[in-house]
Each structure stands twice: as C-alpha cells, then as structure tokens.
C-alpha cells in the first residue's frame, strides 16, 4: 500500500493514485464514529490480525513494501489510505478472479475482513487495548524457506537513476561438482524498489558468457534472450513483488549438472537516483532424482499489431492435449496494455473449465499462481488463452500519451500476450509424447506466421505493382508450405500480370 511519493517510483498508474486521493478526500471514509456503527472495532484486537495475515508478509520492516503495517503508529498515520486501497482492492494485489481458478496462497481478502477495516476507519482508527494484540508474526530473516543448500552471488549492477525501463541478463556459474536435483529457489532481488520482475534461467551451453563478455558492463541487455539460456526444464521461476517462495516437493524436482551457468533476468525501473542492484539466488537440493517430472505448456502470439485507439483487441491462442494431465500452476504475462486475460479448459464432451481469469490486469502486480489442488484435464482438453487489449486514452496504464501503435517486442511499451501452464503428465511415458507434441505444433503455428506474413507482404506489393518482389515473397511462402492453394493463386497471377 502506498503513495506515489512513498514508493519512489509507483507501483500504481498516477490516475489510480489521484482516484484514490479523491475517494478519500470526498469523504468515502468518514473519521468520526458513525450513529448506526454495530460495535467498537480496534486495531489491537479486529484490524492487527487482518494486516499480520494479508498485508504484512510485505509492509514490514525487511519486506519489499516501503513502509510498515505492524506497529500501530504506521497503520494509524495511513488509516483512510489503507481503508480505500483495500475498500477497492487495489490491495492486498491479488488479480484473478473468484470462482474462476481456486489458488493457493489467496491473498483475496474476505468481505467480513473488508467490513472490519471500513467500520475501524470510519470509527476513527482507535487503537484499543495494546493486550488484546495478537503475537507479532515471526519472519525469516532473509530467506523464507530456510538456510540454501547453495547460495549464488550474482554480479552487481548500477541501473542508472533516470531514463526507461532495462533489461539485464547477468550471468553466473553454478559451482556444484555433481549432479544435483533442485527442489526448490528462492530469490532476493537485491533492491526490490527497482526490481519490477526477475525470471531465472539456466544456461547449459555457456552461450550466456559470450555476450556477456561483449557486453563492457555485467552482463547483456535484452529480454529476447539471444543465447541458449531456459527456463528450468518443467520449471518457471522468478520474482515478483509479494510472491511467497514455493518450498517445492522431494520427488519432483529439476536435473542441474556442472558446468551450468544461472541466467538472471532483472527488469530494472529507473527511481530517479543510481542505484546498485545485487542479487542472490538460494537453491534448495533433494538427494534422488525426481519420480515426477512436469512441463510446461506455453501458449501466446508474436502476431501483435494494435491500433492506437483500439479498446477490445482480442488475441487467442490454443492447444490440445494428447495425453492425461494435472495442472500445477499457471503464469499470464503482457505489458500495459493488457485488460483482461482468459485461461479455458474445454474437456472433450464439451465442459468448460476455467484455469485463470482476470478482469482488470495491472502489469505491476505479476505472478505465479498455484492451484490449491491439481486440475486433471483428460487427453483431448483444449487448453484456450484469450487477452485482450486496450490501446485507447481512457487505459489510465497506457504509456503513450497519445496512443500509437504497438506491436510484439520485449519492451515495456511494446506488447505480449503469454499464458504458460505448468502440467504433469498422469503416465511418466506420455512426457515425451506430451513435450514432442507440443513442439510439433509450435513449429506448426510459427510457419504458419511466416507464410501468413509472406503472403500478406506479398499482395502488398502486388497492388503496388511490384510484382518480381511479389513473387519473391510468394516463393519464400510456398518453401515453408506448397499445398497452400491461396499463395499458388497469388504468384500465378502476379505472373500474369508482369
């Protein structure tokens, strides 16, 4: 919970932080004791243990947030803020939707716990007898899931204090003698106040080390990654503000073998001073192999081509199953304009189940959720990813002022449209059916991308009666598939036409 000028750099678009302003000074929350409230409510014995519970595994004195909701004197100088952020449930951040994915870790506050904050405000904020305080919760001092079996330093960078956003590989070599399992990682981003988002990689091709060597400062820029680092196999791990550290399972972990390097992908926001960003990655080990191997399924389009003005652009992407799956955990992932974001199962006699869905996307407060219980989904499910966005002026996260285009990039104000599932496979001898499937249509729909652009450049160009380039394009099409009777037609007329 915070203000513009209390985080520096804000975690909340300058309209929200002037709607609040407005809520608050309109009276929304008035400081005396309403006539009909139904009851004295203090912080010490109502309000504490919905902060302790919600708010304060981030506002406390060593968590990311900047400011404190333990001690009275903190909550009670923000009363009237912290009663209309969590009246609109700016916070505690928790995007998805009710009854459209059941998640662990649901930071969702109840509408008893809501009622409880507003009548406390609206009562004046009173503090009640200290002794009805329930204990301070205890907080690791650095690292939630205990001391790491490994710890990595990795190399300080200096993010300048003023121009955009930056993206920063830094590498490091993972010094293990033999083969380990991983069980679970947990990462200190180092200077959380500029860390927007972090997502660790491995690099088994010490490829990451070339460009780093080009590069004059630790590391190299870039959130394509142009060397050979990945995700972990099965595995999406990262850093968001908020996020809890998963403590992982013994029997389903991820192989890392020497001579690996570790990949950190910062993405750095600007505060207006320089400031020196050191990260360190704390790795967890189980003793055997894993008995359970998951993988991930990685829906999205590069096809992104949005108008300036545009309210509803609708981008989809989906794929079928071929084997019997539970789904562990899923991740959406776009920039600023992103609004709404649908994750669909459609089991094979027809039924519908949600996976995720979020209404009011805010590109500050990205994670990674878990479902509380598996989600089978039988062989023949259609897993469906729906975004929509909205490059219009009246988006308050719209960074351009006025709108413009906006295509796929890597950039901030460039767009994406990603929704990756984390899934198991129910037989361990469908992984490999699952994973070559999976590529198989992935290369599908990335020819079918290239032909669709030849194609499209190819017509361009005949209208303007260009038609050898035409041709061109048209030849380029048919290499990737010559069964393709519409780009057959197009290049014998444009023949024709010479």
Not at 145 to 150: K, Q, S, V, Y
Not at 193 to 216: G, L, N, P, Y
Request: a negative charge; glycine letters at 6%; charged letters at 25%.
């Amino acid at each position: 919970m915070s203000t513009t000028a209390e985080f520096g750099e804000s975690r909340f678009p300058l309209i929200r932080t002037i709607a609040l302003a407005a809520v608050i000074s309109c009276g929304f929350f008035h400081t005396s004791v309403a006539q009909d409230a139904p009851g004295a409510v203090s912080f010490s014995k109502d309000v504490a243990p919905i902060l302790y519970e919600r708010c304060a595994v981030c506002h406390r004195a060593t968590g990311p947030a900047p400011f404190d909701l333990v001690a009275y004197r903190g909550v009670k100088d923000r009363a009237a803020l912290i009663g209309a952020v969590i009246e609109t449930r700016m916070m505690p951040p928790w995007q998805p939707e009710p009854g459209h994915g059941v998640f662990a870790g649901d930071r969702r506050m109840s509408e008893e716990e809501i009622d409880m904050v507003r009548r406390w405000v609206q009562q004046g904020a009173p503090e009640g007898d200290p002794a009805d305080l329930p204990p301070t919760p205890e907080w690791p001092e650095e690292w939630e899931l205990g001391e790491p079996d490994l710890v990595l330093e990795v190399p300080a960078y200096t993010l300048r204090g003023e121009g955009t956003d930056v993206y920063r590989n830094l590498v490091v070599s993972i010094p293990v003698s033999r083969t380990r399992y991983v069980k679970a990682v947990e990462l200190l981003p180092g200077h959380p106040k500029v860390v927007h988002h972090a997502r660790m990689m491995i690099d088994t091709t010490r490829s990451s080390r070339v460009f780093d060597d080009q590069d004059a400062e630790p590391g190299f820029d870039g959130m394509d990654l142009i060397s050979q680092a990945r995700n972990a196999p099965g595995f999406f791990l990262g850093w968001t503000p908020g996020k809890v550290p998963y403590e992982g399972a013994e029997d389903m972990t991820w192989r890392l073998d020497p001579e690996t390097d570790l990949v950190l992908q910062l993405h750095l926001r600007p505060s207006g001073q320089p400031a020196v960003v050191q990260a360190r990655v704390g790795f967890h080990f189980a003793e055997a192999p894993p008995t359970r191997i998951p993988t991930l399924v990685m829906l999205g389009s590069f096809e992104l081509d949005i108008p300036p003005g545009e309210k509803d652009y609708l981008v989809t992407d989906s794929y079928e199953l071929p084997v019997d799956v539970d789904a562990l955990s899923i991740y959406p992932h776009a920039h600023y304009l992103g609004k709404e974001i649908q994750g669909i199962a459609t089991l094979p006699d027809g039924t519908r189940k949600w996976l995720i869905r979020i209404n009011d996307w805010d590109f500050n407060w990205q994670d990674e959720y878990r479902f509380a219980e598996p989600v089978f989904l039988p062989k023949g499910t259609t897993v469906t990813m729906r975004w929509v966005y909205d490059n219009s002026a009246s988006n308050p996260q719209n960074p351009n002022r006025p709108p413009k285009r906006v295509v796929y990039g890597s950039k901030s104000t460039d767009e994406m449209s990603d929704l990756v599932v984390q899934v198991l496979p129910r037989n361990r001898n469908d992984l490999e059916i699952l994973e070559r499937d999976f590529a198989r249509a992935s290369y599908e729909k990335e020819i079918n991308r290239q032909l669709r652009q030849h194609y499209g450049i190819g017509r361009a160009l005949a209208t303007q009666g260009k038609f050898d380039e035409a041709i061109g394009h048209y030849r380029e099409a048919i290499q990737l598939r010559s069964d393709d009777a519409r780009v057959v037609i197009a290049m014998a007329r444009a023949f024709a036409s010479k």
